[in-house]
């Protein structure tokens, strides 16, 4: 494997899960799987003495939660990107539209979040966002940065639409279309997808 792949790390206490995902990763040749772990301590242990660039990490766990084991990689490792892997549709565990996802969002200062009812193109593309980031804001269109800083104020979408005087209908569209460059899943991933990249209002 070159060295210019990017080293991954996979934890989950299903072993089962744990090991299709490597397999499926591994068949796409992007990334170099480097480990597969069972919990959040391992994950820790593991980070300490090897070089990993990215982390997918299971949400909810015996012990150690993802979320907890999330917050301590980036703090100690913050150069790491982490990925929360989540069956989960309501917080804790995922972000949704509000201050509650939000918060836990920031609590496990993930890179970004993926649901493991996500295809294998959306995982691995969360796990190297880094390297599709400034691709993919270089490829918005004027219309969806203007979308993306009125969202970035916390504006619905009827505000957005009488804002810049187009159909809710068509805002729905640039947001949708925002979410798919950035590897997003909902808005709260678009917003903190922007803020980490300065691509926030009046970008």
């Not at 299971?58 to 012990?63: F, Y």
């Amino acid at each position: 494997m070159p060295e210019n792949h990017n080293r991954i790390v996979i934890v989950d206490n299903d072993p089962i899960v744990r090991a299709a995902v490597a397999q499926m990763l591994a068949r796409r040749g992007a990334a170099e799987i480097v480990a597969t772990l069972g919990s959040g301590h391992e994950a820790i242990d593991y980070c300490e003495t090897h070089r990993v660039d990215a982390v997918l990490m299971d949400a909810r766990m015996p012990g150690l939660d993802g979320i907890s084991a999330s917050a301590d990689l980036k703090t100690h490792h913050p150069g790491l990107r982490v990925v929360i892997f989540s069956s989960y549709d309501s917080p804790p565990f995922t972000p949704h539209d509000g201050p509650a996802g939000a918060s836990h969002a920031e609590r496990a200062k993930a890179d970004a979040f993926v649901s493991k009812s996500a295809t294998i193109d959306e995982v691995e593309q969360a796990l190297l966002g880094e390297s599709c980031a400034s691709s993919a804001r270089n490829t918005l269109t004027g219309r969806e940065h203007e979308v993306l800083n009125l969202l970035c104020t916390g504006m619905t979408n009827r505000q957005i639409s009488r804002a810049l005087g187009i159909s809710e209908t068509t805002v729905k569209t640039h947001i949708s279309s925002v979410m798919h460059k950035t590897g997003s899943q909902s808005r709260t991933q678009v917003l903190l997808w922007a803020a980490r990249r300065g691509a926030g209002p009046n970008d």
